[in-house]
C-alpha cells in the first residue's frame, strides 16, 4: 500500500499528490513514469513523474479527469492508498546521461502544454539544478488551467505563459510563441523539448522542423502494462515500430507519425478496435493485456 501524503487540485479537474513510494523515488528519474492502481481489481493509470524527493521517499503526480478512474482518484485524500504505484518505467530523459559541460553549452526550449506542465517541471529542474538554465514555454486553454506556474517560474531561465483565448500571459498557440522567441526576438536554440497533448506536440514538432531545431516529444498513448507486452502504446518512429512505455517515452518529434498514433488511440479505445489492430499489425501487435487475446 502506499500512501498519499498531500493532495491538492491545482485548477478544475486537475489534481496534485504526493505519494510515499521510496523505491520508486529513490531510482527515478526526470522523463520516466509510473501506472498506479486505487484498488486491486482498478483501471491501471499511467502517469508521468512530476517530482520526486529521494530523501522523504515520495513521489509527485499529476493527474487530469478524463474517466471514472481519475474521478475516484480525485476523491482520494491524504492519508489514503494505492493498491499499486509501480515504477520508475520507460526510459529517462537523455540529458541525464549526457555530459553536463557539454549540456551547459546548449540553449534548451521545453514547451508544456496543459497537463504536459507536469512532466517538464523536473527536467527544467534537473537541469537547474546541475547549473543548466533553460526557457520554458507553459500553454493552456485559459488562465484557470495554468498549473505550476510559481513552481516553474522558480527554475526556468525565462518563463513564457501563453492562453489560446488570451486571458493570461500572451494570446495564442504555443506554436505561435516558439516563432516568436526565435524570428522576432531572435532567440536561437539547440533543443526542444515538447511535452503535452498529441496535436499539439504534432504541431510544435512541425514548427520547429521549419525553424530548424532538433525536437524531443514524449509520448502519451493508451498504456495497459507498461513493459510492452500488450501492444497498446505501439508508434511508428521514423518508419520503425517502438513501444511508448519501453522504448520512451521520449522520442523524436520530427520522426513520429502523430496522425497515426492519434488515429490508433481512437481504435484501440473500443473491443472491436483491439481486434481490428490485432489483424492488422500480426506479431508486431504484440499481446498480453488480458484486452487483445493476445495472451490467450
Known sequence: MYQITKTEELATNIYYMEVKAKRVAKSCEPGQFVIVRTSKDGERIPLTICDYDRENGTVSIVFQIVGGATQFMSTLKEGDHFVDFVGPLGC?????????????????????????????????????????????????????????????????????????????GRHGLVTQVIKDLVEKEGKKYDLCVAIGPMIMMKFAAMTTKELQIPTIVSLNPIMVDGTGMCGACRVTVGNEVKFACVDGPEFDGHLVDFDQAMKRQQIYKTIEGREMLKVQEGDKHHGGCGQCGGDE
Open 92 to 168: 529517462a530523459s537523455e540529458f541525464v546521461h549526457e555530459d553536463i559541460e557539454e549540456l551547459k553549452k546548449k540553449k534548451i526550449l521545453f514547451v508544456a502544454g496543459g497537463v504536459g506542465t507536469a512532466p517538464v517541471y523536473p527536467q527544467v529542474k534537473w537541469l537547474k539544478q546541475h547549473g543548466v538554465e533553460a526557457d520554458v514555454i507553459v500553454g493552456a486553454k485559459t488562465k484557470d488551467l495554468v498549473i505550476l506556474e510559481d513552481k516553474m517560474k522558480a527554475i526556468a531561465g525565462n518563463l513564457y505563459v501563453t492562453t489560446d483565448d488570451g486571458s493570461y
